[in-house]
């Protein structure tokens, strides 16, 4: 059974921990604890022992996203403390000493990006990558494919590329403000463009914006949470259409 | 512009021992230009001008790489593809203003711009939207300019500064044409079709251009008949000839034809595997110059080396002419009438007899574009 989850981040706007404490009440199977902001990544590292996440067949961190180069060794200092198992998600543009990040070997799970970074979001931008760190893998994340290409050429390239080193896959909709939205009969109608090019099993992280940064973590955010996993769980499971058809 | 040394165009004369220096200046001038135009529109209008969801896109020669400083027009699009804003205006009439702080005063006092703003059809120099590029395929919307701006886009056109609006919209615009084609794959073969809606509305832009060749020589009262019946002979066939040469080679690039997926367990997903690399190819193919296409099919096709200096020469010596100020006037002002008689006409019927010659030799007696052209090209 494929784990699928959310991102604590599009649940609670830097409120892990609260995140954390509505998810425990859904069937979600997997979570990535969002440290997008530099300033998250330090209380989540101290944090990490003592979170209950035994429910959770996949967890992994995602990195921040933008960050002074300056303090590049120190956030790989702090992501090192999380347990090995974990995938350390990250943005391609925010590398500058390669070997740094070279050492953590399959950890490092690249994300391919939104239109709004320079790099990596086609095929020919991850070849670079993957050759300065050749034991990464892929974090796939399907709303900056599509907002890149909303053809999903680019994305079916990617995933035939790169079957053998995805590891996450991160669903929601990216608006044309590069924002994460719920998933749209359109978005729908793409992800199942490439559904059956991901393999069974890959954990889905969902980063639907399912609250507002003030927005109380009422029954309406619980359901929201609900209708996206079931939204993702019948696309991924769409039957194949096969030439006896 | 891609550097000289990758560009096919160059590496085919270097392998023919040839030198095409009308060619080659046109190059240079283009790689200075692209970059001159680069700077005075982020001085001019903002470091900013360009955005993810409005590039500023060249064609014409630019888009072509024969720009000829001081006597080329600019043709531009401001291309947004995204939310529509009114500040997109703003900055269209800001690119206008800018490019015509670039100039030099003639003799008799008349001012000469760099950046000379495109014709009168109003097809180039403003905003153009991605909805109806995409969307209006054939039909009754797809006006003239409409098409006229898809096509070109298509095989001459040059993001300066961002690209991914012009990249988006390109995909998009592919994948309009694919997807309307019921069977990608040849029937009981492993190799794509020949792309045969994206063919058609090239060869509809073609006649169409030839049409209003007619038409416009009636609007304008002759007016720039013989440059216009240059280009109609050279550089627009040329467009034209790369675009069936895009389309051949869906069906002839065996390096494509290795990626062909035959899953017939899921014919869905096997269908979109197929889609995918066949619009990338197409996105590559249109990437590269149209004289650049043809250097491709020239080695790809293994076409006669004779027949390949023949072509290229002439094209060379078409923009020799046309970038000799005094031969362009004369021929600018040249009308229909006297086009018999005229020495510098003749010229241009001289070097267009013979790329059309290289060209019947190339489309009809090879091998591999023979076939294809009797069965897609002619019925």
């Known amino acids: 059974m494929r784990p699928i989850g959310f991102s604590t981040g599009a649940v609670a706007y830097s409120h892990f921990q609260a995140a954390l404490d509505l998810l425990a009440q859904t069937d979600a199977t997997a979570v990535e604890l969002s440290a997008l902001r530099p300033a998250e990544l330090k209380p989540l590292a101290e944090a990490a022992p003592t979170l209950q996440l035994d429910r959770y067949s996949h967890v992994s961190v995602h990195l921040p996203s933008s960050f002074n180069p300056d303090f590049e060794e120190e956030i790989l200092s702090l992501a090192a403390q999380f347990p090995a198992q974990w995938l350390l998600v990250t943005h391609p543009d925010v590398i500058r000493k390669w070997d740094l990040w070279r050492r953590l070997g399959e950890r490092i799970c690249i994300e391919n990006m939104d239109k709004r970074k320079p790099v990596g979001q086609s095929r020919r931008d991850l070849l670079a990558i993957f050759r300065q760190l050749p034991d990464a893998t892929l974090c796939f994340d399907i709303g900056h494919a599509h907002q890149v290409d909303p053809t999903m050429g680019e994305a079916i390239l990617i995933l035939e590329e790169f079957t053998g080193r995805l590891r996450e896959l991160h669903i929601s909709e990216v608006n044309s403000e590069s924002k994460h939205d719920l998933i749209s009969l359109e978005a729908e109608r793409s992800f199942e463009v490439v559904a059956q090019l991901i393999p069974k099993n890959v954990p889905v992280i969902l980063e639907s914006r399912v609250a507002a940064p003030d927005e109380q973590l009422s029954d309406i955010v619980f359901k929201r949470i609900e209708r996206e996993i079931r939204v993702v769980r019948s696309l991924l499971n769409a039957s194949v259409q096969v030439a006896a058809d | ?379």
């Open chain 2, 1 to 379: 512009m891609v550097a000289k040394e990758s560009r096919p165009v160059f590496q085919l004369s270097a392998s023919l021992g040839c030198q095409w220096k009308n060619i080659e200046r046109a190059h240079e001038q283009t790689v200075t230009a692209e970059a001159d135009l680069l700077a005075l529109l982020q001085r001019d209008v903002g470091d900013k001008f360009a955005s993810e969801d409005a590039n500023l896109v060249v064609f014409g020669s630019l888009g072509r790489g024969e720009w000829i400083d001081w006597l080329s027009d600019l043709d531009w699009t401001l291309l947004v593809d995204g939310q529509c804003k009114p500040g997109h205006f703003q900055i269209a009439q800001d690119i206008r203003d800018a490019l015509k702080t670039v100039y030099q005063t003639t003799a008799n006092g008349n001012k000469e711009y760099r950046f000379a703003a495109p014709g009168p059809t109003g097809t180039f120099g403003n905003m153009g939207f991605s909805h109806q590029l995409i969307h209006l395929i054939g039909g009754q919307e797809d006006t003239n300019k409409n098409m006229t701006q898809r096509i070109l886009l298509l095989l001459e056109s040059l993001p300066v500064s961002a690209v991914n609006a012009h990249e988006r919209v390109l995909k998009s615009i592919i994948q309009r044409y694919l997807e309307e084609e019921p069977h990608l794959i040849k029937s009981g073969q492993i190799r794509y079709k020949v792309p045969r809606f994206l063919l058609n509305d090239i060869v509809r832009f073609w006649r169409t251009m030839a049409v209003d060749f007619a038409s416009k020589q009636r609007d304008r009262g002759g007016d720039g008949w013989g440059l216009r019946n240059a280009k109609l002979r050279m550089s627009r066939k040329l467009i034209f000839v790369s675009g069936l040469l895009t389309c051949f080679s869906c069906n002839l690039e065996e390096k494509l034809q290795a990626k062909i997926s035959t899953d017939e367990r899921d014919i869905k997903t096997a269908r979109s595997k197929n889609l995918a690399h066949l619009q990338d190819h197409i996105l590559q193919y249109v990437r590269q110059t149209p004289l650049d296409i043809v250097a491709i099919a020239v080695k790809e096709y293994g076409i006669n080396a004779a027949i390949a200096e023949k072509l290229f020469s002439a094209y060379d010596e078409f923009l020799g002419l046309v970038g000799d100020p005094e031969k362009r006037a004369r021929l600018k002002s040249l009308r229909a009438e006297a086009s018999r008689t005229d020495p510098i006409f003749s010229e241009v019927r001289a070097f267009s007899g013979r790329f059309s010659e290289a060209l019947d030799e190339m489309f009809f007696s090879n091998g591999q574009l023979g076939p294809l052209t009797r069965k897609y090209g002619v019925f």
